[in-house]
């Protein structure tokens, strides 16, 4: 089931506003077990960009920015609740395509950022994969965005389904740290149990009702 976010109070139509109020963003869950308390750490990179009020620079402000691709035609079986729909690539890329790039007022889609290519789903096997591609190497955004891609397909999917996201090999400087955070259960459910980082992660993912 999907989430309703109220756009109203948000000021502004893209997600700078909110985002960029703080540089960077550390959550420090204590996780208990039976034997020990172990103390984790999420961060969240975020970095200083420029707002309404003008300042600092973009990480990379030139970005090229691609074509959407036309939306997917619904057949007589789309609409047939007796016949069995199996979730595939393209439904999953539907998902995803449309969340908004936390340093420019574009969707993921827009910057390249997800492809449909780059979507992996076995419905029988009840797994997806998305890999996404920073737009730059040094991007300090990448945690977010993955983290934006894992709580949209968290909520729109159902829970059968195991949710593997990652960046695309060797895009990014750091990536192999990233792909562990985001596989890091503990980790991406005590960053959303912040109300500040989670409200950010909304923000990515209110729909700006863009058409191809």
């Known amino acids: 089931?999907?989430?309703?976010?109220?756009?109203?109070?948000?000021?502004?139509?893209?997600?700078?506003?909110?985002?960029?109020?703080?540089?960077?963003?550390?959550?420090?869950?204590?996780?208990?077990?039976?034997?020990?308390?172990?103390?984790?750490?999420?961060?969240?990179?975020?970095?200083?960009?420029?707002?309404?009020?003008?300042?600092?620079?973009?990480?990379?402000?030139?970005?090229?920015?691609?074509?959407?691709?036309?939306?997917r035609l619904q057949t007589a079986?789309?609409?047939?609740?007796?016949?069995?729909?199996?979730?595939?690539?393209?439904?999953?890329?539907?998902?995803?395509?449309s969340i908004n790039d936390p340093e420019h007022p574009l969707s993921l889609e827009e910057l390249n950022v997800v492809e449909q290519v780059r979507v992996r789903v076995d419905d029988q096997e009840n797994t997806v994969g998305v890999e996404f591609t920073p737009t730059i190497p040094h991007c300090s955004m990448a945690t977010l965005i993955g983290l934006s891609i894992k709580v949209k397909l968290l909520r729109s999917l159902p829970e059968r389904f195991k949710i593997d996201v990652h960046i695309t090999p060797g895009t990014h400087a750091s990536e192999d740290a990233v792909n562990k955070q985001l596989a890091d259960k503990e980790r991406v459910a005590a960053a959303l149990e912040n109300s500040q980082l989670l409200e950010v992660v909304n923000q990515c993912l209110i729909s700006n009702a863009r058409t191809g």
């Not at 960009?49 to 074509?67: C, D, H, K, V, Y």
């Open 77 to 97: 079986n789309d609409e047939d609740e007796d016949v069995a729909d199996p979730i595939d690539d393209r439904e999953i890329f539907d998902l995803i395509r």
């Open 1 to 71: 089931m999907e989430i309703q976010h109220d756009t109203k109070s948000l000021g502004c139509a893209c997600v700078h506003f909110d985002v960029y109020s703080f540089r960077k963003w550390i959550v420090q869950p204590v996780v208990q077990s039976k034997k020990t308390i172990e103390q984790t750490n999420i961060r969240i990179s975020l970095i200083s960009t420029s707002q309404m009020s003008g300042g600092a620079r973009l990480e990379n402000a030139n970005p090229l920015i691609f074509q959407r691709t036309g939306e």
